[in-house]
C-alpha cells in the first residue's frame, strides 16, 4: 500500500503542472503567449475585464491547443477580487502580467485611466505575490522606455530618456515599482521584457489582433485597408531624417515574442533570476513605415491605397533592438520571416472578414465594414 502510495506521489510529482496566472491573457501578446505556454506544458489561469479584448478569443485557444484554460473576469485593480481569485486557485507559481492599456494617443487624452488601470493592477498583484507564494512576475514593458534614443540599436543599458506619452511614463513607472519592490523582498523576481513592435497573428488564423474601433497601430490599419474597410492608409510623415524620411520601428513577430516569455518564465522557475532581470525583445532589425507597407502588398498580392499626411504628434523617428542579451541568457531569437509575418496579418484578416459575412448573412445586419468608411 505504502510502495503505492509512493509510486502515485512521484508520478503526481512528474506529472502535475505548474501553474502561472496570465492577466490580460485574452489580448492580443496575452492569448499568442497562452496558447505557447499551454504547448509548453504549463497549467494556465487567465485573468481578463475584456475592455479591450474578447471572450471568443478563449475558443481560438481551445482550438489550437486542445485545452481550455481556466478564465475569470476579473480587474486587476480590484484587490478584493485578485486576492479571492489566489485563495481559490492555489499553487500558482509566476504571473505573466499583461493586463493594462496601450494605446498612446488615448493615455495623452486621459492619462487618469492609464495610472489607475497600469499602476494599480501591478501594485494589487505585487502586493499579492508574497502572500499567495508566488515567486517571480514576468512584467510586459515597452521600447517606449527609451523614449527618442540618441542612436540605435539601443540596448538594456541605454539611458531612459523621458517618456513621451502617459502610457510610456506608466511603463517606466511600473519598472521601477518592480525593481524597488523585489528589491526589498528577496522571495520574489520578476523579469521585465522591453517589447518593440508586436505584429502578426497565430498562423492557424485562429487568434490574432483585435482593434476596437479604428486601430491606431499601423499593421491593422494596413489589413483593414487592403480588405476595403479603410479608404487608406496615412503614412504619419515622410520628411523624418531616414533613408525614405518615414519612422522606423523594429516589428517582431507575436510568436516570436510569445516564445521570450515561455523562456522568461522557465528562467524564474528554474531559480536563475535574482532580483530584477530586463531584456529587449525585438528583432534588431529596423525598418521604415514604406518598407512595411511595399512589403506587405507584395507578399500578400494587393494593394493598399494610400498618401502621405503631416507627422503624428509624440511619435518618435527610429528605434530598434540591440537583442543580443535575450539572445545570449534567454537563448531566444527572433525566428519568423517578415514576409512570413505579414502573410500571417492578411490571413487573419481574411478569417476576421469572413466570419463577419457570416454574421452578416445571420443578422441580415448592416455590414460593420460599412459603419467604418471613411474613417
Ligand atoms: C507605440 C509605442 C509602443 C506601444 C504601441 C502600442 C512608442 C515608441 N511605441 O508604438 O510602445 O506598445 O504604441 O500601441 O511609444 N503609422 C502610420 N500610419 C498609421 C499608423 C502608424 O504611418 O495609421 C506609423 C507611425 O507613425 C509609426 C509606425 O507606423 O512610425 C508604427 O506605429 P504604431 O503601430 O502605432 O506603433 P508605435 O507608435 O511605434
Redo the contacts with the bound molecule.
Sequence with gaps: MEVTKQIKKFFNKYNSKEKILVTGGLGYIGSHTVVELIEAGYEIFIVDNLVNSNIEVLNGIKEITGVKPVFENIDCTDYVAMDRFFSKHEGIKAIIHFAAL???GESVENPLAYYRNNVISLVNVLELMPIHKVEGIVFSS???VYGQPDHSPVSEDTPLQKA??PY?NTKQICEDIITDTVKANPNICSVMLR?F?PIGAHPSALIGELPNGVP????P?ISQTAAGIRKK????GNDYNTPDGS?I?DYINVMDLADAHVAALRRILDHNVEGVEIYNVGTGKGLS?LEILSTFEKVNEVKVPCEIVGR?SG??EQ?WADPSKANKVLNWEAKVSLEDTLKSIWKWQLHLSENEENKEKVKGGVKMSSLLHGS
Design positions: 496601450k494605446a498612446v515597452s521600447c517606449t513621451v506619452s510610456g517589447y513592435n491606431s497601430n499601423l499593421l490599419f492608409l496615412s503614412v504619419f519612422c520601428r513605415v503624428r511619435d518618435i528605434i
